[in-house]
T-cell receptor
Framework: DTGVSQDPRHKITKRGQNVTFRCDPI?????LYWYRQTLGQGPEFLTY????????KSRLLSDRFSAERPKGSFSTLEIQRTEQGDSAMYLC???????????FGSGTRLTVV | TQLLEQSPQFLSIQEGENLTVYCNSS?????LQWYRQEPGEGPVLLVT?????EVKKLKRLTFQFGDARKDSSLHITAAQPGDTGLYLC????????????FGKGTLLTVNP
């Protein structure tokens, strides 16, 4: 297993465009998480899945953000009508039920210009 | 909303020195984890503590969980330049160990 994979590593987009990120978790892990991190801050929770079910979504997440995990394997995070304030590192992590800890991917760095 | 306070926010020391960073909350953790993050990468898990008073060691790193499970510390002995990075604590509350809340981190620089 190669760990948690995120694609793309970097994305530059113009304000108002839509972007989609992909996360492939560790295959044995049934839980998948999305976090956002800005400079000088720790990761901020966005949403999480157990298998294909989205169990929780942050109240900070506007309606422009949506996440899916259609078959309980990979996940996508879409941001519609991007704004400059969306510029951040988007981190995906996974865990199993018996593992008290996350394995993070390397993140996707989004820059909105 | 649960809050985690980490201190200090920045720490710059010379190689060979010892250091301690702290993580505090007003609420009782069900579990607490420490991660290390390098620039442009995701955090990497160092340790998980669950039991009040627990002490865990990882080479030159010593992690302690407070008796009341509201605070934790990370002590590094004889720091090396390779220890440079952002140290993050993350806590879970309310019986769920799955959703973590992260502190802002301590940015450590170890100068040769």
């Amino acid at each position: 297993d190669t760990g948690v994979s995120q694609d793309p590593r970097h994305k530059i987009t113009k304000r108002g465009q839509n972007v989609t990120f992909r996360c492939d978790p560790i295959s044995e892990h049934n839980r998948l998480y999305w976090y956002r991190q800005t400079l000088g801050q720790g990761p901020e929770f966005l949403t999480y899945f157990q298998n294909e079910a989205q169990l929780e979504k942050s109240r900070l997440l506007s309606d422009r953000f949506s996440a899916e995990r259609p078959k309980g394997s990979f996940s996508t995070l879409e941001i519609q009508r991007t704004e400059q304030g969306d510029s951040a590192m988007y981190l995906c992590a996974s865990s199993s039920d018996s593992f008290y800890g996350y394995t993070f991917g390397s993140g996707t760095r989004l820059t909105v210009v | 909303t649960q809050l985690l306070e980490q201190s200090p926010q920045f720490l710059s020391i010379q190689e060979g020195e010892n250091l301690t960073v702290y993580c505090n909350s007003s609420s009782v953790f069900s579990s607490l984890q420490w991660y290390r993050q390098e620039p442009g990468e995701g955090p990497v898990l160092l340790v998980t503590v669950v039991t009040g008073g627990e002490v865990k060691k990882l080479k030159r790193l010593t992690f302690q969980f407070g008796d009341a499970r509201k605070d934790s510390s990370l002590h590094i002995t004889a720091a090396q330049p390779g220890d440079t990075g952002l140290y993050l604590c993350a806590g879970a509350w309310g019986g769920s160990n799955y959703k973590l809340t992260f502190g802002k981190g301590t940015l450590l620089t170890v100068n040769p």
